[in-house]
């Protein structure tokens, strides 16, 4: 049974700003930490963390952008996501079980259901096969799990409902 970790795969989620003082948050590349996906037949299984999210750096522009945040900044985000946002304490582990993986179009397609946050989700994902990695990326609406998105400032700035995750998987033999 091939068994990913943060060691040989990848787990980035994306955070976006919005509301009137916008213009001075930051679009963030946050990367979880402490993961492990199982491949097993025509099953998976991911187990993330939820205390292990890091900010990468902030995103400008577009634009990756290392130097705009500093390492105050980051624990105080990183803080904020595991104490407010994803109450880790509460809710320690973010799991996904596929349990149906099917041929599609340049991929797979994957069934099956996410918990995040004491709520479950049935979740349907494309991986893209067609390269030496396998990928897959998913919008995921914080309030459909019971999470409500983070805001400052009287709600003046704030992240938007929509995060998007995505995760990269060395490619599996044919």
């Not at 919005?18 to 996906?37: C, I, M, N, Q």
Request: without cysteine; hydrophobic residues 40%.
């Amino acid at each position: 049974m091939p068994r990913f970790d943060s060691s040989n795969a990848d787990v980035s989620v994306y955070t976006y700003k919005e509301g009137l003082l916008s213009a001075v948050a930051h679009d963030l590349k946050l990367r979880v930490t402490r993961f492990t996906v199982d491949i097993e037949g025509d099953s998976v299984r991911a187990e993330l963390a939820a205390d292990s999210l890091r900010v990468l750096h902030a995103i400008r522009d577009g634009r990756d952008d290392p130097a705009a945040l500093s390492l105050a900044d980051r624990q105080k985000i990183e803080s904020n996501i595991v104490e407010e946002v994803l109450s880790a304490r509460r809710f320690p582990q973010i799991r996904f079980v596929g349990r149906s993986v099917k041929p599609a179009t340049s991929g797979l397609r994957i069934e099956g259901e996410l918990s995040l946050h004491g709520k479950s989700r049935t979740l349907s994902l494309r991986v893209d096969t067609s390269g030496e990695r396998w990928t897959t990326e998913v919008v995921l609406s914080q309030p459909d799990y019971g999470i409500k998105p983070y805001s400052a400032m009287l709600g003046t700035l704030r992240i938007r409902p929509d995060v998007r995750v995505v995760v990269s998987l060395p490619a599996l033999p044919a």
